[in-house]
């Protein structure tokens, strides 16, 4: 059974300041793994996805197969990054995609 | 990038009622799309992928004879509340994969349903 975790509902940090959302995920095979973000009132949108390995708005993340983990970096936060942020989960061979609850990042000015 | 589009956006209904709503590919066709179910600072939880021209698939738990999905045409797919009550209140969003595209999904705007 697949399983995508972020352990952070609320996340909030200081503009400038370098932010970090947690993305665990729980997989047999080997998945492909997305991060989704949701602007106020707006629909879902990727973000970025670990197989094409760049960089969007300053976001990187690194698949981290040993820790099971995709964690979403910035180091430099702007406000415009606040939004809800959705790590999400594709098995092998599948076509839908298994999200995680989401964290809602803030950042303050 | 490619867009989908839900209607109605927003749909208030009486119990007992029938609600449908509509997921459209507007430049690209689809044949799977995604229907899924978001509560209140929940997550998306997908209910069923909708195939063209075949059957829906639907997740556990998910009741097929109350949410009815029809996927009749590449660029059209419907979702059908049945005989709604209050607790299936919530927020509906239909995704869609472009056919040998990426694996990128492209989501609708999401239509917010409220059963009195």
């Known amino acids: 059974a697949q399983r995508v975790t972020q352990p952070e509902k609320l996340l909030s940090v200081f503009k400038g300041a370098p932010v970090e959302l947690k993305c665990n995920y729980s997989y047999s095979g080997s998945p492909e793994l997305f991060w989704y973000v949701q602007y106020s009132r707006q629909r879902l949108q990727l973000l970025l996805r670990?197989?094409s390995r760049e960089s969007i708005k300053g976001f990187t993340a690194d698949l981290n197969k040993g820790e099971t983990s995709f964690h979403l970096k910035k180091p430099f936060a702007q406000e415009e990054d606040s939004a809800m942020y959705y790590c999400?989960?594709?098995?092998?061979?599948?076509?839908?995609?298994?999200f995680g609850t989401g964290t809602r990042l803030t950042v303050i000015p | 990038g490619a867009v989908v589009s839900q209607h109605p956006s927003w749909v208030i209904c009486k119990s007992g009622t029938s609600v449908k709503i509509e997921c459209r590919s507007l430049?690209?066709?689809?044949?799977?799309m995604f229907w899924y179910r978001q509560f209140p600072k929940q997550s998306l939880m997908l209910m069923a992928t909708s195939n063209e021209g075949s059957k829906a698939t639907y997740e556990q738990g998910v009741e097929k004879d109350k949410f009815l999905i029809n996927h009749a045409s590449l660029t059209l797919s419907t979702l059908t509340v049945t005989s709604a009550h209050p607790e299936d209140s919530s927020f509906y969003i239909c995704?869609?994969?472009?056919?040998?595209?990426?694996?990128?999904?492209?989501f609708g705007e999401g239509s917010r349903l409220t059963v009195l």
């Open positions: 430049d690209f066709q689809a044949t799977t």
């Open positions: 670990h197989i």
């Open positions: 995704s869609a994969r472009i056919f040998a595209g990426t694996g990128e999904l492209f």
């Open positions: 999400a989960l594709r098995g092998t061979g599948a076509n839908n995609l298994f």
